[in-house]
Structures are given as C-alpha cells and as structure tokens.
C-alpha cells in the first residue's frame, strides 16, 4: 500500500502576523483607526496586538528590533503582503469608502476570479491587501477541475455601489 503524502488539516487557518514597525502610533492610526481592528491588549509602549471579533490577536506590531527604521527594501526577501479577508463584499466596500474618505492611496486593485482585492501599503511599507472570497460554487475552473485564477481590474465603482444595497 502506497503512503500519502501528508497535507496539513483543512480546517488548520493563519492565525495571526507579526509586524515589525518603526513607530507603533503610526501604525495604530492605519491598522485601529483606518481598518477598524480593535486593540486588545499592549506591551508598554513597544507593542500593540489588534484584532477583528473578540480574538486575542491577529496582527501583532512591534517596534523591539525596528523603532525608528526605514522600511525594509522593496526587492529583498520578506513578507509580499498581509491579507485580510472581510465576510462580504459589501464589508470590502465600506473598507474601500473609509479609505477613499481618508485619501489614503490604494497600490492595486484586482478581480482574481475567486476574489475580488485592494491593495495598499502601511505606513512602515509593508503590504496589505483588504479582499473578499467570492462563495466556491463561484470560482473558474479549468477543464482539469484545477483554478483558473487571474488578475483582471476591479471594478472599483461597482464595489461601492454595493454601500447603497
């Protein structure tokens, strides 16, 4: 009898992204005050953990090893982006709106076919992307039965026609 290979469990999730920043106010400003987590808890005034419902954490910020740095550099090695999922897509348009109403710059938007996606950077440089899962009865396949994923443009007016729904 031939082994499987082993996959992790299906139910296993990301649980939480630790961030290195150069000033935790500036960062408390985007990721509480503009996205909306909520602080949880903090470690002085070195560390704050924020999250979406009620969980302990799931972006850590920390300025142990980075208070006061420059941004890393954009073609080295590291983190690409953050990606935080909303429950809806009408959830992704009121993100958008508080981001419109702020001024704050977007670096992309996508339709990726099982997602829709906005893409913006924190203060300290560091990816996010703010998207939404269309239901999986929704995403292309190939023939093969693999995904047909892709990055079209989005259809940024009609998200925020989802706010009058």
Do not use: C
């Given at each position: ?22 000033d ?17 808890t903090m ?6 953990f924020?999250?979406?419902g ?9 300025t ?6 420059s ?7 590291g983190?690409?982006?953050?990606a935080?999922l ?7 348009a ?16 996508a339709?990726?076919g ?9 203060p ?22 693999s ?14 026609k989802?706010?009058?729904?």
């Amino acid at each position: 009898m031939e082994k499987q290979p082993y996959t992790i469990p299906a139910q296993t999730r990301i649980g939480h992204v630790h961030l290195k920043v150069a000033d935790l106010e500036r960062a408390l400003h985007f990721y509480r005050d503009l996205l909306g987590l909520e602080l949880t808890t903090m470690y002085g005034d070195q560390a704050a953990f924020l999250s979406a419902g009620g969980y302990h954490h799931h972006i850590g910020l920390n300025t142990w090893y980075s208070k006061n740095a420059s941004p890393a550099p954009l073609h080295n090695a590291g983190l690409f982006h953050t990606a935080i999922l909303y429950p809806t897509r009408k959830d992704l348009a009121v993100a958008y709106d508080r981001l419109l109403k702020a001024g704050y710059p977007l670096t992309g938007a996508a339709d990726h076919g099982v997602s829709e996606a906005l893409y913006l950077n924190d203060p300290d440089g560091n990816g996010v992307e703010l998207y939404w899962d269309r239901p999986r009865d929704q995403w292309p396949h190939r023939p093969d039965g693999s995904l047909e994923m892709y990055t079209e443009m989005l259809d940024l007016e009609g998200l925020l026609k989802e706010l009058d729904k």
